[in-house]
């Protein structure tokens, strides 16, 4: 029998699906979907596909898809160039990335429209070949509280102005998915309305809202909460602040960095109680340093040191991360005790439900894209399928194919 290029089987593993977890399972992958999930002792007609063995304590999940992410290996979407976007595309399968939001900061107006125009055209033309897949633009700033700037260049920051967004969102292509904004600011609440009605997420972050500003900002649409703690009012008795409604009001999901530096892991525990794994999104902010050398780098302009495992400003502002998703992953699995099913639910399930497109990403069923990340009993990322294209392998370890 002839293998098919396209078909290949994933067998043994234990696999992480929408309802259940099967030990010593198996997947099928054809013409880059999930045609089929079970017990191996229910498995038929093998001999056409290329079988991959993998060890029954490994993990079979779904791709991790990060909703923040400006950077990594020497390329930043500010960058503006195709380039750019090829680096990131490669580089983020080794950490279990399968896709993301090509994410800007404040900038001057140009250099914002330039980046918005490269991905945009990008995202219209990628290939999906073994790469990780762009899905969409994270619109971050300039329309945020200078209060809360943390990285954003102050100067560039402006009150939330529908009129240029419609006309950023037209350079896009309509990719722009995802915008961070600052509610309280003049024209706040009528952007969020807008962009509810366009199905593009409206996040509050970067911000000075109080809480009664934040309950505004959910009735006129806001769903989502940019990392969770940094860059926006704090949790306080008399004023429960960004934090407090993001603690209480379930209607908002919020992304968190979970690299012990930016968020404490107790307070990482502490957003985890409050808002349990349906209520929480992994995310890395990470930035073009992530997977090169300690350093000074580049973001927006502004000098950035990478030392220890920190990005700061000269200042010792915090400038975006260099965390890996996949070592988010571990992080929380540690500071929390969570489950694997419920990380895979702040990691994959959740980013993709927020974008709408649950239906066929974020999680391994039949029909779905076939975004796979196999983790090893270290909870490691061992191999990540894009689309089912094996887009990565852990050095040094071997599997059996057939």
Known sequence: MIHKVNHILLKGVRVYTEDRIIVNGYIKIKDKKIIEIGSTEDLCNEEIYNVIEIPADFNAVPGFIDVHIHGVAGADTMDATKEALDTMVAALPKEGTTSFLATTMTQEGK????????AGRYIKEQKFQGLAE?????????????KRAGAQPIQHIVDPNLALFKDWQNLSNNTIKLVTLAPEQPGGLEMIRYLKDHQIVASIGHTDATYEQVGKAIEAGANHVTHLFNQMRGLHHREPGVV?????RDELKAEIIVDGVHVRPEMVKLAYKEKQSEGLILITDSMRAKCLKNGMYDLGGQEVTVKDGKAVLADGTLAGSILKLGHAVKNILAYTGCSLEEAVEMV???PAKQ???????????????ADIVILDDKMEVFMTFCRGTLAYKKEGLSYESH
């Open 111 to 118: 250099q914002i429209e330039n980046a918005l125009i490269n």
């Open 134 to 146: 762009v899905l969409g633009i994270h619109l971050e700033g300039p329309f945020v509280n200078a």
């Open 244 to 248: 407090g409604a993001a603690f209480l």
């Open 348 to 350: 994959s399930v959740n």
């Open 355 to 369: 974008l709408n497109i649950f239906e066929h990403k974020g999680s391994i069923a039949a029909g779905k894209d």
